[in-house]
């Protein structure tokens, strides 16, 4: 079920007549898309802009860049200010027949040929520790794809602005009601991530441990609250786990390297649940220099 957008006359007669905002402008505040927009400027009888309503698209032009050039509506839509379905309005005027995606993909495979930027970085540590945690990649034919599903926005923001830094070309968009996915294709990417070992990872973050210990607790972090019973009193504690032993010991390792002291415990799920690492911070001035040195865009109210 898609969420419903809430936006009363008032304010979108505010925003776009008043404000002289776009639709586009209008769509990103509300996080939905611009269609959505325009279909509730015409629910409200609002009179849209002239230059919102047409778009001058000189004879051939529009054909030249689609089947040509191979742009996507998206694309076109950036080039002429206006939205995907204006120019899917166009195409389908003059007579042309719209690409499917089999048919994108068969052409253009998605960003396969992006040669990313796989030298040691603040960013490629990062990307290390959130994959290691909650991201996953995916192929499925000549697809390679890089993700990640969070509910917060920032978190997915921050994956976004990291894989663009080495040269990928990701996207992000609400996936359901409450999803944020961050994605991106690069068959060369998926490969190399893919071939390396634990030991090549550890050459990677040796010089920046806390862009990586940053996005394996943005994943796969927990900041608590428990009550001592004894004084009445709350305290914080971190605890980050991991199915995998060899991701949970590193981790150890870089917190310890910080002048921290974690505390790693195995847990025992029932069948067929796999046995669970959990690394534990209780020590309430660590806790809080954990949370400055790695300095995370979510799970950091103290």
């Known amino acids: 079920m898609r969420n419903k957008l809430e936006i009363s006359k008032r304010k979108l007669l505010e925003l776009y007549v008043k404000n002289k ?59 002429y200010n206006c939205s995907q379905w204006t120019i899917r309005s166009n195409l389908i005027k003059k007579g042309v027949k719209l690409r499917n995606s089999s048919e994108f993909l068969r052409w253009k495979p998605p960003a396969n040929q992006i040669k990313p930027l796989t030298n040691p970085s603040m960013n490629l540590s990062y990307i290390l520790g959130v994959l ?13 794809f890089i993700g990640l599903d969070t509910i917060e926005y920032n978190f997915s923001n921050s994956f976004f602005k990291s894989l663009k830094t080495i040269n990928l070309n990701p996207n992000i968009f609400k996936k359901g009601v409450k999803y944020w996915r961050t994605i991106a294709s690069s068959k060369l990417f998926y490969q190399w991530f893919n071939n390396l070992d634990f030991k090549e990872i550890k050459k990677i973050i040796d010089n920046y441990p806390k862009d990586f ?43 310890e390297k910080l002048g921290l002291h974690p505390r790693l415990n195995l847990r025992h799920p029932r069948p067929p649940r796999k046995p669970i690492w959990a690394l534990n911070l209780g020590k309430q001035d660590e806790i809080k220099r954990f949370l400055y040195l790695i300095n995370p865009c979510i799970k950091n109210k103290t």
């Open 21 to 79: 905002k776009s639709t586009c402008k209008i769509s990103k505040l509300y996080k939905c898309n611009t269609e959505t927009i325009r279909r509730k400027l015409i629910d409200y009888g609002i009179k849209r802009r002239y230059h919102e309503i047409k778009v001058k698209i000189s004879p051939g032009k529009l054909e030249h860049f689609y089947i040509i050039k191979k742009l996507s509506t998206l694309e076109l839509a950036k080039k």
């Open 213 to 255: 210990l940053r996005g394996i607790y943005e994943s796969e972090g927990c900041l608590g609250v428990n009550f001592n019973k004894n004084n009445n009193k709350k305290y914080l504690i971190i605890t980050i786990v991991s199915c995998e032993e060899e991701t949970i010991n590193l981790t150890k390792l870089l917190i």
């Open 132 to 144: 290691l945690g909650d991201g996953w990649l995916y192929n499925y034919k000549n697809n390679y």
